[in-house]
RNA sequence: CGCGGGAUAGAGCAGUCUGGUAGCUCGCAAGGCUCAUAACCUUGAGGUCAGUGGUUCAAAUCCACUUCCCGCAA
């Protein structure tokens, strides 16, 4: 099954760059959909997004549509006359006359084991949400949200320490390798519909998420600040002023202070259900971050006192 | 010209408003105490106060510009 396929390839983060760059040396690329370019950061520079990069790095034509309810994108992308439409994170929509334009239909990387966290956010939910297991779905798209039929699936292990964007970058290699397998075998693979009774939710995070709420379990504040790293990151409050929590640890031993009290010079805060979670590297408004020795060098925070 | 914070010893900060001897907490070095220590005590080294220009008898501090870092918002 060696033959070359002509690729359309739709995605826009870090995410999917990793399988773009996956399928160009083998397959031919014929042209990569990505969202627009659009303003980033304190000057508002526009920015193109990390497949848009890769796509002009390997002259691939780039295509930026808005959207494909207008019939001469779709004409456009037609005209293109691709084997497969591969999608991975792109962050658009497609239409059920998008989805019928690929001779082998439009092929889609997920990042959880569905049915399991259909959604935009299944990465960093999978964290947040204290799972020990997570994977990558290749899936055979349709017009519902990541409903579409299980085409190939690999499990990996969440550690208890691993970020967001650690476990993004090895979820990414997976989809990668998994895309290609796909492709090789697709022969003799058969779809299999997603059972969808045991479907969940991973929905786009919501900024006041972000906020640590010190009752509930150190557990749960972990995964919470594990999930947001390194953005936007978990916040909490010390009088009125913000600090952005970067990485922290839980205690195994009890206290019985009110949530949010904190318990010693480790920077060891009361949580809920008497949990115990130790801020090992915190960011102050304007400032870097920090290991939690230097940051308490300059900071003045007393033992007893409370975080929001 | 989206809004805002910042640059002072190896690290983190105060001092800037109100110009006049360079400070704090840590780290580092030496010595002391100690069975011992990341604990405690004593002493010490370490600074072009981001850069350039201006005001002034005198600038970390006031004024102008430059560079770099960070938060918000998107």
Redesign the pocket.
Same mark, same amino acid.
């Given at each position: 099954m060696n033959k070359k396929l002509n690729i359309v390839f739709m995605g826009t983060p870090e995410f999917a760059e990793t399988a773009l760059k996956a399928l160009l040396p083998i397959h031919n690329v014929i042209a990569v959909y990505t969202k627009e370019p %659009? $303003?980033? =950061?304190? @000057?508002?520079i526009l920015t193109k997004s990390p497949v848009h990069e890769c796509a002009i790095q390997n002259n691939i034509p780039v295509y930026t549509p808005k959207t494909f309810k207008d019939e001469a994108i779709v004409n456009q992308l037609k005209g293109l006359n691709p084997d497969m439409i591969i999608v991975a994170a792109y962050g658009k929509i497609l239409p059920q006359n998008v989805l019928d334009i690929a001779k082998f239909g439009c092929i889609n990387i997920h990042a959880s084991i569905l049915p399991k966290l259909r959604g935009a956010n299944p990465i960093q939910r999978s964290i947040i949400n204290g799972d020990t297991i997570t994977g990558i779905t290749i899936m055979k798209m349709d017009a519902g949200m990541d409903t579409g039929d299980i085409l190939l699936q690999e499990e990996t292990e969440i550690s208890n320490t691993i970020t967001y964007k650690e476990l993004e970058n090895k979820l990414s290699e997976i989809g990668a390798k998994l895309i290609l397998k796909y492709i090789d075998n697709m022969g003799s693979i058969k779809p299999i519909k997603q059972d969808d009774t045991r479907a969940t939710l991973a929905p786009k995070l919501q %900024?006041e998420e972000a906020i640590i709420n010190w009752n509930n379990t150190a557990n749960q504040i972990h995964n919470l600040i594990r999930g947001l790293s390194p953005h $936007?990151y978990a916040t909490c409050y010390h009088n009125n002023n913000?600090l952005k929590i970067i990485k922290s640890e839980v205690v195994n031993d009890t206290h019985n202070f009110e949530p949010g009290t904190i318990l010693n010079k480790n920077m060891d805060i009361a949580c809920g259900n008497n949990t115990i979670l130790r801020i090992l590297e915190i960011? @102050?408004? =304007?400032? %870097?971050k920090?290991p939690i %020795?230097?940051?308490l060098? =300059?900071?003045k925070i007393e033992i007893n006192e409370k975080l929001q």
């Open positions: %659009k $303003p980033v =950061g304190r @000057k508002m %900024k $936007p913000p960011q @102050k408004i =304007g400032g %870097k920090l %020795k230097d940051f060098n =300059g900071y």
